[in-house]
């Protein structure tokens, strides 16, 4: 189990609700587990927005064509996954769909290649100490092979250290350490 405070969530859903456009109007689809820590996240970004809040029936699954079912049933405009879902969603229109972030893992490029075009694609990165996401991309275009993990959230630093914990520099190697409220 990892311990945090609650202060970090603020800034985790404020810069999702932000960078996604959520506001009135919008309908967030809940694809994670409630005891997954994203799903705080999630939940504090959609409500604090004034978007809707659509929670799949107990059983139902996120994936493949049920994901897709729900994304066209409950008209979805935005949703928070990890590339596997991402990556078992069929082809589709999905006109309601105008962004998404995906986190847990990198996203393929061929992923962003095929769901960004007028759509709001951003990759995450964070460990559940750094209070769910630590660095947000900017929203990727179709031609990143390798999107990035993105720039520091709100209230957030990162750092690529060496052994001794000193900076290194651009292009080196390194180990990334994350600081501020989360």
């Known amino acids: ?15 999702h609700a932000d960078r996604l456009g959520l506001g009135v109007g919008c309908r967030f689809l809940l694809v994670v587990s409630i005891s997954f820590d994203v799903s705080m996240a999630d939940i504090a970004m959609t409500l604090s927005s004034g978007a809707a809040l659509v929670v799949p029936q107990p059983g139902q699954q996120a994936v493949g064509e049920e994901l897709a079912s729900l994304i066209t049933e409950f008209e979805v405009t935005h949703t928070d996954l990890v590339a596997p879902m991402l990556i078992s969603l069929p082809e589709g229109d999905f006109p309601s769909l105008r962004g998404f972030v995906v ?23 964070g460990p559940t100490e750094s209070t769910v ?7 990727l275009a179709p031609a990143e092979l390798a999107p990035p993990i993105g720039r520091p959230i709100w209230n957030t630093r990162t750092y ?11 292009g080196v190697a390194g180990e990334l350490y994350v600081a501020g409220a989360g």
Request: net charge negative; hydrophobic share 45%; no cysteine.
């Open 1 to 15: 189990g990892v311990v945090v405070s609650h202060r970090g969530v603020a800034s985790v859903a404020g810069v």
């Open 133 to 139: 996401v630590a660095t947000m991309s900017d929203p």
């Open 103 to 125: 986190g847990g893992e990198a996203l393929p490029g061929e992923m962003v290649e095929r769901w960004s075009p007028g759509r709001t694609v951003m990759q995450v990165y």
């Open 160 to 170: 690529v250290l060496d052994a001794g914990l000193r900076p290194v520099p651009v």
